[in-house]
């Protein structure tokens, strides 16, 4: 007999990626206090630019890893971290954009194959 874990292995990409990305992205609500401060790759401001990582570094992920609304969810993850690979990393070497582009690559990932059966998503 033949298993299939596909789906299994969705629920692990979403926990996994997901999970790590909050990482990143809870320390920086701190930074809400002061967001004046917070870098400007895009030059629209500290604070918009604070949100718009929060919403691509908490928000996302949480939605990601509960599997609700998940193929959208995976989008500004994704472009958030485009943004901190070519743009706030742009003079970096490789090694240091690796990270940003692994989660990219995975959150792609996320996007084209769907949450999986294990999710909000997928209840029925």
Known sequence: ???NFTD???LLLRLGFGGFMLTHGIPKLSKLSNAAEFPDPLGIGGLPSL???LIGEVLAPILI???FKT???AIPAAITMLVAAFVVHAKD???TKEHA???CIAFVVIFLAGPGKMSIDRMK
């Open 1 to 3: 007999m033949k298993k």
């Open 8 to 10: 299994l292995a969705l």
């Open 51 to 53: 949100i718009l990582c």
């Open 65 to 67: 890893i509960i599997g």
């Open 71 to 73: 193929k959208w969810a």
């Open 93 to 95: 070497d490789l090694s």
């Open 101 to 103: 582009l692994l989660f």
